[in-house]
């Protein structure tokens, strides 16, 4: 039964977390269980959509990289028609909303059509791709700072970093969207004074049975996005954190390899 908090016409951002339903809040599991229309990206796990309530509409509007997407204002009208005709609405998002996911502009659209809108975070892929593979995003003394970085811009254009950024060896650096750029990414890495044998992380799948973690280093990077599979989106960990968990590997997977 639905609580307070989601009554007919009103929109909830939901984060779908990196694939395994464990691993969503129970905000969200109730959310996504109460909703009328479910308007899901490609990415969100199937045990996820599996939440979804038998009579409920299911959407697709999912993007991916390199294929047919649903634009993002059609998306934006989409959800404040569904939620105006008396809908409850959830957008379900993979990993957490307010990272690289377009909330800001799914909410601003919902605040200009007076729908009333909110936010229920979920697990971002980074967290989730360090735990694969048995790692830290930080360490004490080694690691002090966390920066999340897409690699994929809207205009097609390759992606450009702050060199203070990169040549920070104190910073894990967690990028989004990178297969396309590894190369690109390694190189300005290097060139803004990264070493060459930075510890990195590539993981597709993370949190799923068929997730695969490959280590490695930073002047490998195009070679390693490569070798973890050539379609799956893939989550890149780079930094001297990620270090230990290459000796170590994950004791419970399989899919942990060292190159």
Known sequence: MPHDDFPPGMVWLVGAGPGDP???????????????????????????LDLVAPDA???SVGKRSGRHSVAQGTIDGLIVAAAREGARVVRLKGGDPAIFGRTAEEMAACR???????????????????????SALTSRGVARRLVFVTAHLDTGAPAAFDAAVLADAGATLAIYMGRAAAGSIARQLIAAGRRADTPVLVVVNASLPQERVVHGRLDALAFLVEAVGAREPAMLLIGEAVRSSAAAAHPLSNSAVCV
């Open 22 to 48: 464990d691993l969503l809040t129970r905000k969200a599991a109730r959310l996504i269980g109460a909703a009328d229309v479910v308007f899901h990206d490609a990415l969100v796990g199937a045990g996820v």
């Open 57 to 59: 509409r299911r959407i």
């Open 112 to 134: 200009a059509a007076g729908v009333p809108a909110r936010i229920c975070p979920g697990v971002t892929a980074a967290s989730a791709a360090a735990a694969a593979a048995g």
